[in-house]
């Protein structure tokens, strides 16, 4: 299973609804990461978990929560969006998240509209 | 379905010599295709891209070489320089469907 899987596909919400977005791999990926993509432009790092703890946060609004339960698996917890938010966030996992240089593979991505 | 492929996993390469990275797709409808570099612990980082109307784009040590009739595109970085060390990744682009679409990344290592 050499593949990152993300649900929902797309989701629409309002500015005071909670939500989540899920990742899964089965690679045995221990790095796992969030990105944001807005319309048009390259992808940009929210979060990464490395050994299933938060090693990274680039300065991301708390409306926006990250969770690892196991290896495998990534949330975010959405609460409290503004439409601008609205984007298509992508998941990726690769083997450590360490030192070195490591192929990241991408899930398809969910389509967020904020409302 | 893998629409993006990116063949080789890793390249090594000479510093000072040429480094071809190559990448084939599957669907022809792309309009836009994209190179992005990837520092450990970072987000990719767009490098340069490529309308599907040309076959040649160009930006300083880096060219993309587009060939629609095969589906195979390529980065070409001369000189190669030990900063270039990173994963690649292909990516394409439609606007009707407003997503990106990378393939899994090459490893390229700058030799000294």
Redesign the interface.
């Known amino acids: 299973d050499t593949e990152v899987t993300q649900t929902p596909k797309h989701l629409v919400m309002g500015m005071t609804n909670k939500k989540s977005l899920k990742c899964e791999q089965h690679m045995g990926h221990r790095a796992m ?1 969030w ?1 944001k ?1 807005k ?2 432009k ?4 929210m979060f ?1 978990y ?1 050994y299933e703890k938060l ?2 946060n ?1 300065s991301v609004p708390s409306r926006f929560s990250p969770e690892c339960p196991n290896s495998s698996l990534l949330n975010l917890h959405l609460h409290a969006l503004q439409p601008e938010d609205s984007a ?1 966030y992508l998941c990726a996992s690769s083997r450590s ?10 899930g398809p ?1 969910t389509r967020l509209l904020v409302l | 379905d893998q629409q993006v492929k990116q063949n080789s ?1 890793s390249l090594s390469v000479q510093e000072g010599r040429i480094s071809i990275l190559n990448c084939d797709y599957t669907n022809s409808m792309f309009d836009y295709f ?1 190179w ?1 570099k ?9 490098l340069i891209s490529i309308s599907s109307i040309k076959d040649k784009n160009e930006d300083g040590r880096f060219t993309v070489f587009l060939n629609k009739s095969a589906k195979h595109l390529s980065l070409h970085i001369v000189p190669s320089q030990p900063g270039d ?3 690649y ?1 292909c990516a394409a ?1 439609s606007n009707r469907d ?3 679409i ?1 393939g ?6 700058i030799l000294p």
């Open positions: 990461y990105y993509q319309a048009k390259p992808p940009e790092l990464v490395s090693s990274i680039e298509l998240g360490g030192g070195g240089v490591e192929t990241q593979y991408f991505g | 996993p994209l992005y990837k520092y450990p612990a970072e987000g990719p980082t767009f060390s990173a994963v990744f682009f407003d997503k990106i990378f899994k990344g090459t490893r390229l290592h």
